[in-house]
């Protein structure tokens, strides 16, 4: 969905980066510049910049750069529409239509809006409904599981009563009855309106914007009904971009940094982990993991232990669950846990030591997946241990660690007793894996040297930043050869043309996040950075890089020239290019010898 960009820039120009980054960071102001420890990777002494003037930042130490937008779409864990939605309402700014409105997208939303309101009144009925004195069931089954007053408020837990109490209380409050079915609340049986989750203790599934999108509910009493269900996906749920918890995981994600995030299967694991202080704790609600849920994990942190049940259910059929971690960048480790034992019961029969010692005893993926393919496996029956040692050694091989490999056939050789340099033969003759090609994003072009490149960073950063010595410049006249450096060039031709001020903010909305564009413009805007630009040095350097991009542009017309001519036949055409070469040698002499 894209914004105005109208009303994306009246967002920005009413914000100040500064006052909103306070509300996250200890900042400290230096001269013109606000200085924090970065959010974003960790440090002990600040290298994290704000510049108020330009309304941007950027980090000296790892390179994250961006203007108000990013800055709060990384500390807040949003996407970019959720991120400007927020900032409009800090604004008090109404969101515009969008490029893409149309009376069609426009009911959307107002249907959206109106399933949220019915959700969070949803709620705060259930909630009521445990709190009446009539819920006698609920509160036993939470005095069961020990769960505390605090962390049934924190999590928000209900009660359903009966089937039909809450249908007649959204009639009450004026909400149809499509609105009530389309919000998976409310079912239709036998033309009867009835509560999705009759009887049920109730869980609340709140988004990352703290928003309540569906429900979770258990029974309490044995029945032919599944012991635990969501309501259904809407407008608003997507159980597979869903984790629960995630609105305490962000509140977390705000006072600390986040090493590692616990994945559980379901409510009651999450609820018992977060209890016994184990607050980076999110749950799948389910064993299949999803793209989606591995880029929502990944906002958050870089490694995920994986803590589902001990009782082998599924659990072959999980790893390629584990697998779309692994491919969205994620480090994945699986936590064993004692046969027969969830993460609630360990912590109810051993207590918090013994989770850690289950998360400390945390093991790689390969391993994982070795110690799943063992299972069930009998070693003594020669076919059956022919079998698991062709199918580990093919899990070996995708290792790219040697000494890892190295490492799991000396485990494979003591499980099976085949020799060592057997299990590496057998390793060495299989196939090369042929790896699909992946689309690669458009790289940078490589300019011809490090130092052509070195170059190019310096003149654009001092033009950039306005060095006194860079004032006289051409800039039409400048060889540049990577497409950024061409692009912020023409940026600041055009601003000298019509004589307007350079603003550095603006460079953000042309390179797009997270591509190799907008990393080349980070490494430019590290030479912002104390006295680079400044100084007698600076003022020979800049006039050397000059020299050195206008050189190795010449060398190129005289590499294409020659090339020309070793494959020209016509005598006269010949002549004529001899004669540029001859230009283009006294050119690069005369530049060489600092002659104009």
């Not at 029974?219 to 599944?226: G, N, P, R, S």
């Not at 391993?367 to 199918?391: C, F, H, I, P």
């Amino acid at each position: 969905m894209a914004v105005n960009q109208q009303f994306l820039q009246t967002l920005k120009d009413k914000l100040n980066i500064v006052e909103v980054a306070s509300g996250y960071l200890h900042l400290e102001k230096k001269g013109a510049t606000y200085w924090a420890c970065c959010p974003f990777h960790h440090e002990k002494t600040a290298s994290f910049a704000l510049n108020e003037s330009e309304q941007y930042f950027h980090c000296f130490g790892c390179g994250a750069s961006g203007d108000i937008i990013k800055l709060v779409s990384e500390l807040e864990t949003l996407d970019f529409m959720d991120t400007v939605k927020l900032l409009a309402d800090r604004a008090k700014l109404p969101m515009p239509e969008t490029d893409f409105d149309n009376e069609k997208t426009a009911q959307q939303k107002k249907k959206r809006d109106t399933l949220l309101r019915l959700m969070k009144d949803c709620a705060h009925f259930y909630l009521n409904n445990l709190n009446s004195g009539n819920a006698n069931a609920h509160i036993e089954y939470i005095l069961k599981r020990q769960i505390p007053s605090p962390i049934v408020r924190q999590f928000g837990l209900g009660a359903s009563l009966n089937y039909t109490d809450l249908p007649k209380f959204l009639l009450k409050k004026g909400y149809t009855k499509q609105d009530m079915i389309d919000s998976g609340t409310v079912n239709e049986v036998d033309g009867r309106l009835v509560d999705a989750q009759g009887g049920r203790l109730i869980f609340p599934i709140i988004n990352a914007l703290g928003e309540v999108v569906a429900f979770g509910g258990r029974v309490l009493q044995k029945t032919d009904f599944a012991k635990y269900k969501n309501t259904k996906e809407t407008l608003i749920f997507n159980k597979s971009k869903t984790l629960y918890n995630v609105n305490l995981l962000k509140k977390l994600k705000r006072s600390q940094t986040i090493n590692e995030v616990i994945m559980v299967e379901g409510y009651m694991d999450t609820i018992s982990l977060y209890q016994a202080g184990f607050k980076n704790v999110v749950a799948s609600m389910g064993t299949s993991l999803t793209q989606d849920q591995a880029r929502l994990i990944k906002r958050y942190t870089s490694t995920v232990l994986i803590s589902y049940d001990a009782d082998g259910a599924g659990q072959k059929a999980n790893l390629r669950g584990l697998e779309i971690l692994k491919e969205a960048g994620l480090n994945v480790k699986v936590v064993p846990l004692p046969d027969g034992l969830d993460p609630d019961d360990v912590i109810k029969q051993r207590g918090v030591e013994g989770y850690q010692r289950c998360l400390d005893s945390a093991m790689p993926l390969i391993d994982y997946k070795l110690s799943v393919l063992k299972k069930g496996v009998d070693l003594s029956k020669t076919e059956e241990k022919r079998k698991y040692v062709a199918d580990a050694i093919n899990i070996i091989r995708a290792s790219e660690n040697v000494a890892e490999q190295e490492d799991l056939l000396k485990r494979l050789r003591e499980e099976t007793g085949v020799t060592f340099e057997a299990l590496k033969r057998q390793l060495l003759s299989l196939p090369e894996k042929v790896e699909p090609k992946k689309e690669k994003s458009k790289p940078i072009r490589q300019d011809q040297s490090n130092m052509q490149l070195k170059a190019s960073r310096f003149v654009i950063a001092s033009l950039l930043f306005g060095a006194k010595y860079a004032q006289e410049t051409d800039i039409a006249d400048v060889p540049f050869v990577s497409d950024v450096h061409t692009i912020i060039a023409r940026y600041l031709l055009s601003k000298r043309l019509l004589e307007d001020e350079v603003h550095i903010r603006e460079l953000f909305d042309i390179f797009e996040q997270n591509t190799p564009e907008f990393e080349e413009l980070t490494k430019i805007l590290d030479f912002a950075e104390g006295d680079n630009l400044t100084g007698e040095v600076a003022v020979k350097y800049y006039a050397d890089c000059i020299k050195q991009l206008q050189i190795l542009d010449i060398d190129n017309q005289i590499a294409q020239i020659q090339l020309k001519i070793k494959n020209c036949t016509d005598i006269t055409e010949q002549s004529v290019l001899a004669s540029g070469l001859t230009n283009l040698i006294k050119l690069k002499a005369k530049i060489k010898n600092g002659v104009q």
